[in-house]
């Protein structure tokens, strides 16, 4: 089944107040494509992340052609902290996630399976039981991307911030989304590791408020661009 | 095929969404802790009282750098339009409406932080001191722009009196403030604070190996 979704986002622009956040985004991401978002902190990435998902007053325009039907969307958003006390443990809090979802109301026997098979494969099924509180924040991080991936989704998107995943999580991240991607779905990845961007990328966006520069990363992260993105302390 | 136009949020709440602010508001309205921090390489050597914003920081406090890195420009350019007088900081957070300094909602999120200013200029050396007091230390520590410049005889050109750039950014997670007629480097450094460094461009080459 391939079933994926081409997203065309046009002349996008959004303010908080008098803060232009982001101003003209143009962007296409296609159905079987990993496309990766990079940019400075604050560059407007997870606001952009949040205008595809609707939760945004935006201006523009934001197309999602579906290949089949409208189908499953996962988010993994960009949660740094989370509270140490938070009363819920793992298979609570992905059932408390899931249960949201429309199209698994009803069908909890189903998902029991897909859940175990997913913290399976996130390397956390010995931790099912565990409370929030008693997991690293890589861990924490695995869950949260476990939630999205329940029902399997025909876009993904993953927020992911600076720190908090480890190495061995990075790579089994990578290997399912890569699952996700001979799908057809399509990927929209926040990413702040620039190598990783290099090897997993079929496209790459950079975003600074607007669209710096877009394409494959073999020809757009060059030099030039990469001095580009990172804003230096004089500014310019 | 099937073809979806995505609106701006309104007041409906769609179930899908309804997700999604349930795993926010989890996270936000749940409060914050640091996480194990996982072991990187530093790119940039820094000195023993500077800490990288990118490595050092997270959450709440990354986010006030981030707009304190970009609002030391317009303060300075505000400098400029105001005929060579710092804004205060009612003027920063209400005329401006510049965040960090603004009252909205991110900034009762990120710790309510106080803003004072002190005004230290002497003859053509400009100075002032923005020091912004976290009123909740578990969301977000305290910080400090200090911005110095002199003005040559033409009054045009100005650059940084100590250092290369005209400002620096200061972090400290415990509030302890110099006397304030007295605060620079030598004063903030004994009382614990440390100088926020972004990184730049180079150092992302340089990880990459490419320089
Ligand atoms: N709800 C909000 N209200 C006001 N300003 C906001 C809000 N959310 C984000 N901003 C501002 O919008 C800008 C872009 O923020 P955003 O979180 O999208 O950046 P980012 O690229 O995701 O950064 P990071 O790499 O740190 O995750 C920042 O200046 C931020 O302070
Ligand atoms: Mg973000």
């Not at chain 2, 914050?32 to 959450?59: R, T």
Request: with cysteine; aromatic share 10%.
């Amino acid at each position: 089944m391939a079933n994926g979704v081409n997203i065309k986002v046009e002349n996008l622009s959004l303010s908080f107040g008098k803060n232009e956040v982001l101003q003209n985004i143009n962007f296409e991401a296609k159905a079987g494509e990993i496309h990766c978002v990079i940019g400075p902190n604050g560059g407007g990435k997870t606001t952009f992340a949040k205008s595809l998902l609707g939760q945004t007053y935006h201006n523009g325009k934001i197309t999602f052609e579906w290949i089949e039907k409208r189908g499953i969307v996962g988010y993994v958003p960009q949660i740094i902290n989370i509270d140490k006390t938070l009363p819920v443990n793992v298979l609570d809090f992905i059932a408390l996630c899931i249960q949201k979802r429309p199209a698994f109301l009803g069908v909890d026997k189903k998902f029991k399976k897909q859940v175990d098979e997913t913290l399976d494969k996130l390397e956390m099924k010995n931790k099912s039981k565990y409370l929030f509180s008693e997991l690293s924040g890589g861990e924490r991080q695995r869950v949260l991307f476990a939630q999205a991936l329940i029902p399997n989704p025909q876009l993904l998107i993953l927020d992911e911030p600076m720190n908090s995943v480890d190495k061995s999580g990075a790579e089994v991240f990578s290997r399912i989304i890569d699952g996700l991607k001979q799908n057809g779905a399509t990927v929209i990845w926040i990413h702040h590791d620039l190598e990783q961007v290099q090897k997993i990328a079929d496209k790459v966006s950079c975003i600074n408020k607007t669209v710096v520069f877009s394409g494959e990363p073999k020809s757009v992260m060059n030099e030039k661009n990469l001095l580009k993105i990172f804003s230096s302390r004089q500014g310019e | 095929m099937e073809t979806v136009i995505i609106q701006p949020k309104r007041q409906k709440f769609e179930i899908l969404f309804m997700l999604i602010s349930i795993v926010a508001i989890v996270g936000v309205a749940s409060g914050l802790i640091a996480i194990s921090k996982i072991q990187k390489e530093e790119s940039v050597k820094l000195k023993s009282y500077q800490i990288d914003a990118f490595l050092d920081l997270e959450g709440n406090d990354q986010g006030i750098f981030t707009d304190l890195h970009a609002a030391v420009r317009v303060i300075e350019a505000l400098h400029i339009e105001y005929g060579e007088r710092w804004p205060t900081v009612s003027e920063l957070s209400t005329t401006e409406q510049l965040s960090p300094f603004v009252e909205d909602l991110v900034w009762k999120e990120r710790g309510k932080h106080k803003w004072t200013l002190f005004n230290q200029d002497q003859g053509n050396v400009h100075r002032a001191i923005y020091v912004g007091k976290s009123f909740d230390e578990n969301a977000a520590g305290n910080f400090l722009i200090l911005s110095e410049h002199f003005h040559t005889i033409d009054g045009s050109y100005y650059k940084g009196v100590n250092k290369e750039f005209p400002f620096s950014i200061w972090y400290s997670k415990k509030w302890e403030l110099p006397n304030s007629s007295n605060i620079s480097d030598g004063t903030l450094i004994p009382s614990g604070w440390k100088e926020i460094i972004a990184r730049t461009g180079y150092d992302e080459l340089k990880r990459l190996g490419r320089q």
